[in-house]
């Protein structure tokens, strides 16, 4: 596994080793050692997700407040723009985003910390998101962001095909600026 930091601190794109002949592949999708030796960090995953979106879906920008979640996202079928927002007060890029393509042919993986926001734009016909918390999902503590706050200026690729006018969830499309979001110490 190849572990690439991202201009967020504690953030960081995963690329594992592929076995590949013609039978197919193989790949560790989770290793807590290496996890651990490349990131610095030893989750402990309290629930798994699953999600299938159609193209031009935007799902986010999500996270918790009290009980924080922290991610570890990937693609098994199709292509996203995956996002994260850095929410933490005390972070030198507060208020700041990176942005990275996920997809089944990449394999990569994005490990998304505890404070920050995740949301993602589906750029295939269909996309299925497995993700691992460190959390679990509490309805009470939910909190979106606006996912096209201008003050955030986000560069999704609404350009691609099929994704210039988004698929929003009612609760996404009530998000808050970030000026008024609930983040951090």
Same mark, same amino acid.
């Given at each position: 596994m190849s572990c690439t930091a991202t201009a967020l601190p504690?953030?960081?794109?995963?690329?594992?080793?592929? #076995?590949?002949?013609?039978r197919g592949f193989f790949f560790e999708s989770f290793n807590? /050692?290496?996890?651990h030796d490349?990131? $610095?960090?030893?989750p402990r995953f309290v629930q798994d997700n699953h999600s299938r979106s159609r193209r031009g879906v935007v799902r986010g920008?999500?996270?918790?407040?009290?009980l924080p979640q922290g991610k570890l996202v990937r693609?098994?079928?199709g292509r996203v723009f995956d996002v994260v927002v850095d929410l933490r007060k005390s972070?030198?890029? #507060?208020?700041h985003w990176t942005g990275t393509e996920l997809s089944s042919d990449n394999r /990569?993986?994005?490990?998304?910390?505890? $404070?920050?926001a995740h949301g993602f734009l589906t750029l295939s016909e269909h996309a299925e998101c497995l993700y691992k918390t460190t959390e679990y999902?509490?309805?009470?503590?939910?909190?979106?962001?606006?996912?096209?706050?201008?003050?955030?200026?986000?560069?999704?690729?609404?350009?691609?095909?099929?994704?210039?006018?988004?698929?929003?969830?009612?609760?996404d499309r009530a998000g808050v600026p970030f000026a008024r979001a609930e983040v951090f110490a």
């Amino acid at each position: 596994m190849s572990c690439t930091a991202t201009a967020l601190p504690g953030v960081f794109v995963l690329e594992p080793t592929v #076995f590949e002949d013609e039978r197919g592949f193989f790949f560790e999708s989770f290793n807590g /050692r290496r996890f651990h030796d490349q990131t $610095g960090v030893d989750p402990r995953f309290v629930q798994d997700n699953h999600s299938r979106s159609r193209r031009g879906v935007v799902r986010g920008l999500h996270y918790q407040v009290d009980l924080p979640q922290g991610k570890l996202v990937r693609v098994v079928a199709g292509r996203v723009f995956d996002v994260v927002v850095d929410l933490r007060k005390s972070s030198p890029t #507060f208020g700041h985003w990176t942005g990275t393509e996920l997809s089944s042919d990449n394999r /990569r993986q994005l490990w998304v910390p505890p $404070g920050c926001a995740h949301g993602f734009l589906t750029l295939s016909e269909h996309a299925e998101c497995l993700y691992k918390t460190t959390e679990y999902w509490s309805p009470g503590h939910e909190r979106t962001l606006l996912w096209n706050d201008p003050q955030l200026a986000i560069a999704w690729p609404l350009a691609e095909p099929g994704c210039a006018d988004p698929i929003l969830s009612d609760k996404d499309r009530a998000g808050v600026p970030f000026a008024r979001a609930e983040v951090f110490a």
